[in-house]
């Protein structure tokens, strides 16, 4: 006798013994499975043109106008789930080298998800634990274990390339920093990090100033990080397009791309701050100058908007931010919004070419094939304003009276990568379906260009209605469904009863035929 389970079959028999092992798993899980600080703080202490001038921006975005499209969605609408690893993957041992911590619990976790019908798992890998001592000493070892324990339980891999930091999100609880090398140069030269107009600058990642300045031992940012990916290619070759289907590749804090504008766990910014334009390191401002009298206007160059607020303003009563003389409508407005947005994309233009030409081989073979993904900030406060304001200072030209994410999206485009968008939790409705059904609509009369979706949490939810929020937002009945979807993240409190009696159904809901 045969059941009909959200279009999958299954024996009663069948069924029921996977339910006993699930149960059986779980328990396992509450009694050794616990979230514990994976490195202690510090642990891991140890020129592309600016297109600012003749509107150059908006000169691309008219070319590219005509040859971008959203994805259509897949015939069979299922939403394959990764959950990411706990950031405390790893811990140090009796010699202080890191190691796997609890093998034997994390081999029964991805067990229990794989029989709920999890697809994979997302693995961050720290550009801050491979290449942490010294410039090209890159030592893969625990990826190694750690992406063959995976394999081996029979789930697939999101990678995050992660060029970033995460010190100063993790609360106190420890984090991986950028390499112990880079620290090294940062301390003299803290030119190298993105700075507010106070001047005070953070180490979660480097300024796109140095993308084309050759400071960090005779390399560029961009030769770094082109460095790191052919390593990381050339280590795992047998597992990209078969394990690893997915390689996501950090431009910015977070690892997604924008400028730090909002900084998260050192006191500066507070939701819903409009933010600040961070770019007051002697790089950028170098270049801001250069830009500025390619426009006939070297007095622009000198600062950043002197009448944008600060860190926690609200819109209202900030000039720069409102109409009039001296805000973002004027002359100077759109100079600077054009240059600041301009240089973004440039970095994430110049990045995106390399990681496309090093898979490139994975993404003409059918049976390799990978995606590449990049992934965007969901900056949705003060959405329904006129100017926008989180949006551009977080390097996003977009307001109610121009599109600054077309830009973003043909860059996207143009190198075969999926645009990954977070907070599918806890971004508002309106703004989601507004950015999901503006593309869809605005793309849809070209099929010459394809981009993906793909989505993922930013705040745990596993109550009922925050993971039915989830669905809905990934099923927008006016968007396009999105290919995947990454659960943030795995630790011990999914497999508490209550919320895993949530998970499951919810995982197996996405992975159905809609």
Known sequence: MACKCGGYYYTLNAKASFDRDLA???????????????????????????????????????????????????????VPIFVMMPVDIFTLDASGCPRI?????????????????????????????????????????????????????????????SFHSNIHSTHGKGGVSLPLWI???????????????????NNDYLTLGVDHVPLLSGRTALQCY???????????ESFIGTV????????GPSGELRYPAHPFGDGRWKFPGIGEFQCYDKYMMEDLKMAACREGKPQWGDKGPQNAGCYNSLPSGVPFFEEG?????????????????????????????????????????EQTSVMLVAKIGGIYWWY???????????????????????????????????????????????YLMLFFSYYSLKYSVSKKRIVNLIGRNTTERLDKTGLWKIRSNCYNPQAEVVRSFTYFRMNDSIFRVENWNNFVPFVRMMSTDL
């Not at 690893?244 to 431009?251: A, K, Q, R």
Request: proline share 2%.
């Open 384 to 430: 329904q304003t006129l100017s926008h304001p989180a949006e551009l200072t977080a390097g996003y030209y977009n307001t109610a009276l121009r599109d600054g994410y077309d830009p973003v999206v043909s860059v996207l485009s143009r190198h075969g990568a999926a645009l990954h968008i977070p907070g599918m939790s806890d971004i508002d409705k309106t």
């Open 244 to 251: 690893i289907e997915e390689i996501s590749i950090g431009l």
């Open 24 to 78: 059986k798993t779980r328990k396992f899980l509450l009694r050794n499975v616990s979230v514990i600080r994976m490195f202690t703080s510090g642990f891991f202490r140890s020129k592309w043109r600016s297109i600012a001038g003749k509107r150059r921006i908006l000169s691309m975005d008219a070319r590219e106008k005509s040859r971008s499209t959203i994805l259509e969605s897949s015939k069979d609408k299922r």
């Open 183 to 201: 620290l090294e140069i940062g301390d003299v030269n803290k030119d190298i990090y993105y700075r507010d107009q106070q001047g005070f600058s």
């Open 325 to 365: 003389k001296e805000s973002f409508l004027s002359d100077y407005g759109r100079f600077f919004l054009e240059w600041y947005s301009g240089r973004l994309i440039c970095h994430a233009d110049a990045i995106l070419a390399k990681a496309a030409k090093i898979l490139k081989k994975y993404q003409e073979n």
């Open 226 to 236: 082109e460095d790191f990916m052919l390593s990381f290619v050339n280590k795992f």
């Open 101 to 161: 911590r609890k093998l034997k619990a994390l081999t029964v976790s991805l067990k229990a998800l794989k029989l709920a019908g999890v697809h994979g798992i997302g693995v961050e890998v720290w550009w801050g634990i491979v290449e942490r001592f010294s410039p090209f000493d890159y030592d893969w070892s625990l990826y190694e274990e750690l992406f063959k324990l995976i394999s081996d339980s029979g789930l697939k891999l999101h990678v995050a390339l």
